[in-house]
């Protein structure tokens, strides 16, 4: 089950300018059914930007010190771009592999940082994939009391 904060490393990105590359990316949205999962990918390269812990608004990065997740390395959250995966592409595609997951704490605070820095930028498509309305919740729910029965 696809779930906010897993964590997967992929081999062939597609970045926004048409150039690919082999990129760790951190699921924000917890998709149900037909839903896509977005990604926001991860660059352990600092370039200009300040080794803060959590989130750095101005740069448009969260901050995560090496060693306090699965990452080896300093490790940089970029905010920008959402990156669209269907999730029959990630069952399928041998590019694409679970890694690990951010804790609950770590992912709340990474989402907080996305919607406040980029608030202006998220359209309500994405928003409601990360912060789904009462009714994807629900079948979440039930999906989650079936799949806990006996």
Known sequence: MLS???IYHHTKLAY???MTGI?????INSPVKNDPCLFLKVTSQQKNKPATPSCIPKHGVFFIPQG???FKLNTWVQLYP???IAQKEIAKNKD???KG???SKMTGDLIKCLLSSQEDD???YHRDLIFPPLENALVKFQDLINKNRC
């Open 122 to 124: 998220i359209s309500q």
């Open 82 to 84: 959402i990156y669209e």
């Open 96 to 98: 694409i592999s679970p």
């Open 68 to 70: 306090q997740t699965r």
């Open 4 to 6: 906010c904060g897993d």
């Open 16 to 18: 926004t300018d048409g």
């Open 23 to 27: 990129k760790f990316i951190i699921l």
């Open 101 to 103: 997951k951010l804790d």
